[in-house]
C-alpha cells in the first residue's frame, strides 16, 4: 500500500525530529502488523519501509521472501523477484527472479505476470525460455488492461518471435488494445499494421490517425504528472 505525502498528513514534513518519529512508529506499528497479527499488507509495507527508509536490502528482501513464500502476497513475490534480477541485497540470482515473477503472476499481481512473461519469451536465463507460459503470462496481464503486455504480446505474435507462430490477425488484436489503453509502442504500430495491411486491411487514414495519436502521447510524457509515494 502506498503513503502519499498529501497535506493531511499530521506532522511537519520541515520537522527533522517529527519525521524520524513517525517513521518509527510506522516502523513499530508495520513490525507488529507483520509479527504479531499475520497481516500480509503489514509485512509488505514493513519491507518498503526496510527498503525505502532503512535502506536495508538485505532485511528487506527476507521480509518480501518470507510474505511470498508463507502468506502468498503476490505484490512480495514480485518485489523478490526484482531484487534477484538486480542482486539489490543479494548476489544477484536470474532462475530466482523468474521463479518468483512467476509465483507473483500465479497469485495474481499483474506486474509479476508481464515482466514473467517478457522473461520466459525472450529469457535472459539460459535454459528457461517457455513461450508458451511467456504468452500465457502477458495475456494475463494484457486482460488485466497492462497495456506494454498487451503491445508486446502483439509484436510477438506480428513477427512470429522465437517459437511463436506468426499470427498478423491476433497480433492486431493485441497491438489495437495497447493503443486503446493509451500504449506509445501500441500505437506507433498499429499505425504501421494499417499502412502496410499487415492483420488488417490497408487504410492510409487510419495509419494517419494512429501516428498522429502516437505523436500525442509522446509529447504527453514529456510533462508527466508526477506523485511522491512511499512504496511502489
Known amino acids: 500500500m502506498?503513503?502519499?505525502t498529501t497535506p493531511s498528513i499530521p506532522f511537519d514534513l520541515k520537522d527533522e525530529k517529527e519525521v524520524q518519529k513517525h517513521l518509527a512508529n510506522?516502523?513499530?506499528e508495520?513490525?507488529?502488523?507483520?509479527?504479531e497479527d499475520k497481516m500480509p499488507d503489514g509485512c509488505h509495507r514493513l519491507g518498503?519501509?526496510?527498503e525505502l527508509v532503512k535502506r536495508d536490502f538485505t532485511k528487506a528482501a527476507t521480509v518480501y521472501k518470507m510474505n511470498c513464500d508463507e502468506n502468498k502476497y503476490g505484490h512480495s513475490c514480485y518485489k523478490y523477484a526484482q531484487y534477484n534480477l538486480a542482486g539489490l541485497g543479494m548476489e544477484k540470482?536470474?532462475?530466482e527472479g523468474l521463479k518468483y515473477h512467476s509465483i507473483g503472476c500465479e497469485l495474481g499481481f499483474t506486474a509479476a505476470c508481464h515482466n514473467g512473461?517478457?522473461?520466459?519469451?525472450g529469457s535472459i536465463v539460459s535454459g528457461k525460455s517457455d513461450p508458451i507460459k511467456g504468452a500465457d503470462f502477458l495475456e494475463r496481464a494484457c486482460e488485466k488492461k497492462d497495456s506494454d503486455s498487451c503491445a508486446r504480446l502483439g509484436e510477438a505474435y506480428l513477427t512470429g518471435l522465437k517459437q511463436f507462430q506468426q499470427d498478423k490477425t491476433k497480433a492486431f488484436e493485441y497491438i489495437k488494445k495497447a493503443c486503446e489503453l493509451e500504449n506509445v509502442r501500441g500505437c506507433g504500430n498499429l499505425s504501421v499494421m494499417y499502412k502496410k495491411g499487415d492483420g488488417v486491411m490497408q487504410n492510409s487514414e487510419m495509419a494517419e490517425m494512429y501516428k498522429?495519436?502516437?505523436l500525442n502521447l509522446i509529447e504527453s510524457t514529456k510533462n508527466p504528472k508526477t506523485?511522491?509515494?512511499?512504496?511502489?
Not at 117 to 121: D, K, N, P, T, V
Not at 227 to 232: H, N, V, Y
Open 26 to 28: 510506522l516502523y513499530i
Open 30 to 35: 508495520f513490525n507488529y502488523q507483520c509479527h
Open 117 to 121: 512473461g517478457m522473461l520466459h519469451i
Open 212 to 214: 498522429q495519436k502516437t
Open 227 to 232: 506523485k511522491i509515494q512511499f512504496g511502489a
Open 2 to 4: 502506498s503513503i502519499h
Open 48 to 50: 518498503e519501509l526496510l
Open 93 to 95: 540470482n536470474l532462475e
